[in-house]
């Protein structure tokens, strides 16, 4: 599948701001044998004083803004071609719980797809009980990895319902899972959380989702949006494997990567510092198009 993809971050302050310093984090990854960046350019208004990019630990490109000068609003926008090739499954191939133990203690890798770093509490999840007694119940004997992540996934998009006013950007893992509502950031932190506390790795991924109107509804522009959804260490022979507790499904061709961590506050899209004497207001658009 090959899509144009347009995204567009607006922030508009209530006074001048100065001093700025981003990281910027929104332009697609090129993952062999999962998706191919052909082009893509970012934009940003005003144009800072400084501008420069580098790949991150688990390789998510980042772009750096700094600015001297004072400004009233600032503008981000991408533009991007991506051909994604993921593959059907395949046969599952994942350890049981049991066996994936002896997997990960046998890994010594250190690198960015090590399960070690997806095992633990991380900056915005932590291990809480109650969300790991939940995942506890897609532990049937004998279950593969694959196919409890599978069942985990499929449970909380039947127990939880999306709701957009529900839940901030911080608010903690064990308080969306109390409230049983939440947006897809949401959903995947509680998936990640009930798989650690249960030993198996797991992972944040950002990115984007094509979406299809109602039938015989006209497509809006700008009625995308950004995404999010779990990487799961199936194991030493089936690897990373995506699943999106937002959709009861794994990742397919319609899901296009940005990068993985942690959790979210490794691929945030934006964040960093500026000297303000007000708020501010933000808006976001994305359009992700197929390509005939």
Not at 26 to 43: E, K, M, T, Y
Not at 48 to 73: M, Q, W
Request: proline content about 5%; hydrophobic content about 45%; glycine content about 10%.
């Amino acid at each position: 599948m090959l899509y144009d993809i347009r995204l567009k971050l607006e922030y508009a302050y209530d006074a001048p701001v100065s001093g700025g310093r981003h990281l910027v984090r929104v332009i697609p990854a090129n993952l062999p044998g999962v998706q191919r960046v052909i082009a893509a350019s970012l934009s940003v208004s005003p144009q800072p004083e400084e501008l420069s990019e580098f790949t991150d630990f688990f390789g998510t490109r980042v772009a750096t803004l700094a600015y001297r000068s004072t400004h009233d609003a600032l503008e981000i926008a991408i533009s991007a071609r991506v051909e994604v090739m993921r593959g059907a499954p395949g046969i599952d191939l994942s350890p049981t719980l049991d066996a994936l133990e002896a997997e990960i203690s046998a890994n010594w890798d250190m690198g960015a797809l090590s399960p070690h770093h997806f095992l633990g509490v991380s900056p915005r999840i932590d291990v809480e009980q109650g969300i790991t007694d939940y995942a506890k119940a897609s532990a049937k004997p004998d279950i593969s990895v694959r196919g409890l992540a599978h069942d985990l996934c499929l449970r909380i998009h039947a127990d939880f319902a999306y709701d957009g006013e529900a839940t901030l950007v911080d608010t903690p893992v064990a308080d969306a899972f109390a409230l049983k509502r939440g947006v897809c950031q949401d959903f995947a932190h509680i998936m990640i959380a009930g798989l650690r506390g249960l030993g198996i790795p797991a992972g944040y991924v950002s990115g984007f989702l094509r979406t299809l109107p109602p039938e015989g509804e006209a497509r809006l522009e700008g009625a995308d949006a950004m995404h999010a959804w779990v990487k799961v260490w199936c194991g030493r022979e089936a690897g990373w494997i995506e699943f999106d507790p937002t959709n009861a499904m794994m990742a397919g061709q319609d899901h296009i990567v940005i990068g993985y961590g942690r959790d979210y506050s490794d691929v945030t899209p934006i964040i960093g510092m500026l000297r303000s004497a007000g708020g501010q207001e933000t808006t976001q658009s994305v359009d992700v198009l197929e390509v005939a």
